[in-house]
């Protein structure tokens, strides 16, 4: 949940430049027109102190953090030595993201026949159910050969 009200001050840039002054990276695959939207987070570019984070415009049209509210980290990854990408939902879309998660683990549930809390440790039982005959198998194999 994203509380705080931290300001988000929106500014523009030649896309050239974006990289140099801003401190915002276009990350692969990522289009861009000649202008972009930059979005500072806590301070403005041009106030000498060094905001919390850069972003090139991606969607985020809120005035502050604390207009975000409920947000839901849903994929992270790797895009350059020192970078990551973290792709999130927010609002509605977060709450549709869980529950559908929700309705994941409770199908999972249901096939296992334990309760969603249990998945887990349900999962790794049947695991282990079918590890042993595996290894008898295997062990066999290599008395018969």
């Excluded at 990350?27 to 939207?37: A, H, I, L, P």
């Excluded at 529950?99 to 998945?119: C, G, I, M, Y």
């Amino acid at each position: 949940m994203v509380k705080d009200q931290i300001i988000l001050i929106p500014g523009g840039t030649e896309m050239g430049s974006t990289n140099n002054e801003a401190g915002a990276v276009a990350m692969f695959g990522e289009k861009y027109g000649d202008e972009v939207r930059v979005l500072a987070m806590g301070h403005d570019l041009n106030s000498g102190a060094k905001p919390y984070s850069v972003e090139l415009c991606g969607g985020t049209h809120v005035r502050r953090t604390g207009d975000i509210g409920f947000f839901k980290i849903v994929a992270e990854s790797g895009v350059a030595a020192g970078v990551r990408r973290v792709e999130a939902v927010t609002a509605q879309g977060a709450l549709a993201w869980v529950q559908a998660q929700e309705d994941l683990v409770n199908d999972a549930a249901a096939n296992l026949r334990t309760q969603p809390a249990e998945v887990g440790a349900k999962i790794s039982q049947v695991l282990d159910q079918v590890k042993t005959p595996e290894r008898d198998l295997a062990r066999l194999k290599s008395k018969m050969a």
